[in-house]
């Protein structure tokens, strides 16, 4: 058995305006932005649309696949991401 399926996921911005890091600080952000990539399970469940829709953030699904897959989708994304910018997504902590 190849494992249970799992989605890697970006929480992006939907308009322009200033957005909270995971450092507690606030950050400019443009709409489409990335505020973070993560992976779950469950996306219905990891995320209240409510959270989300206060946040002015939307979840996009970026890859459906078994974990150890999106465990890797996400690290490339990440990789990516602070290789483009030079620094993790405001909503990333750590390289995972």
């Known amino acids: 058995m190849a494992g249970p399926q799992a989605v890697q996921y970006a929480l ?6 200033l957005y909270p890091t995971v450092r507690g ?10 505020w973070k ?3 779950t399970i469950n996306p219905t469940a990891r995320y209240p649309a409510q959270a989300l829709s206060t946040l002015g953030l939307v979840m996009e699904i970026q890859a459906r696949e078994t974990l150890p897959q999106v465990y890797v989708a996400e690290k490339v994304q990440l990789i990516d991401y602070a290789t483009t910018h030079g620094a993790l997504p405001p909503g990333n902590r750590i390289f995972k």
């Open 12 to 17: 992006v911005a939907e308009r322009d305006g």
């Open 25 to 34: 600080e606030l950050v400019h952000m443009n709409a489409g932005e990335v």
């Open 37 to 39: 990539y993560g992976i």
